[in-house]
């Protein structure tokens, strides 16, 4: 079956710091994917998504590319933030109707000032 | 404005005295799922719908019951809670796919202690 691979955390980085977050996946045919973030003491949210091969997913500063080649979609921000601190999680749901969506098991980032 | 909504926020409650946690939304969704977060093990699903009177276990279902009688609705039932059921729980929501991109919307969470 569909299954996602995220990086082990926690992740400490100090403020301006490079992020990169590593998501691999494994489904048949051309899944969507996605990161959802996780603020202290929230529910999970949208951060970005991509549909196709070669899209780039972007905001608030992170960017994610649909990589077909290595089934890839890591999560990266140039210069990271104090609060962007959050538990992050890579995602994937297959393209067909009445597909589930499947959730790796999330990454802690703490950012340090 | 487009939520999903779950109650209560907060729960404390006794071993075997049975509870339901309610979960809607109103974006006509045909997909609904709910899952359980504890520290170190990530997200897991514990049942799924893809419509009314449509339910499917996830990852962890015993324990636990769910019906999809109406839409907008998918309650989650503990018939006779244990302490090991005291976790984060979240409801979440889409549209039921077909379409890329359709995303997954989340209640705020109940969090639930079983003494």
């Known amino acids: 079956g569909d299954s996602v691979t995220q990086m082990e955390g926690p992740v400490t980085l100090s403020e301006e710091a490079f992020l990169t977050i590593n998501c691999t996946y494994t489904?048949?045919?051309?899944?969507?994917l996605f990161w959802y973030v996780q603020y202290p003491g929230e529910g999970l949210q949208l951060l970005l998504k991509?549909?196709?091969?070669?899209d780039k997913g972007s905001n608030k500063g992170f960017e994610a590319t649909y990589r077909k080649e290595t089934t890839s979609f890591h999560l990266e921000k140039g210069s990271v933030q104090v609060s962007d601190s959050a538990v992050y999680f890579c995602?994937?749901?297959?393209?067909?109707?009445?597909?589930?969506?499947?959730f790796g098991p999330g990454t802690r980032l703490s950012v340090l000032p | 404005e487009a939520q999903v909504t779950q109650n209560p926020r907060y729960l404390i409650t006794v071993t075997g005295k049975k509870l339901t946690v309610t979960c809607s939304q109103n974006?006509?969704?045909?997909?609904m799922s709910w899952y359980r977060q504890d520290p170190g093990l990530g997200l897991r699903q514990i049942y799924y719908?893809?419509?009314?009177?449509?339910?499917d276990k996830g990852d962890v279902p015993e324990g636990y019951k769910v019906s999809r009688k109406e839409k907008r609705n998918f309650p989650l039932i503990l018939e006779s809670p244990s302490p090991n059921q005291t976790s984060l729980y979240f409801c979440?929501?889409?549209?039921?796919?077909?379409?890329?991109?359709?995303?997954?919307?989340f209640g705020s969470g109940t969090q639930l202690s079983v003494l």
């Open positions: 979440a929501s889409s549209f039921a796919g077909g379409r890329a991109g359709e995303k997954l919307f």
């Open positions: 489904a048949t045919g051309y899944p969507s």
């Open positions: 991509a549909t196709k091969a070669d």
């Open positions: 995602a994937l749901r297959g393209m067909n109707y009445g597909q589930n969506f499947v």
């Open positions: 974006m006509n969704h045909e997909y």
């Open positions: 719908s893809m419509n009314v009177e449509v339910t």
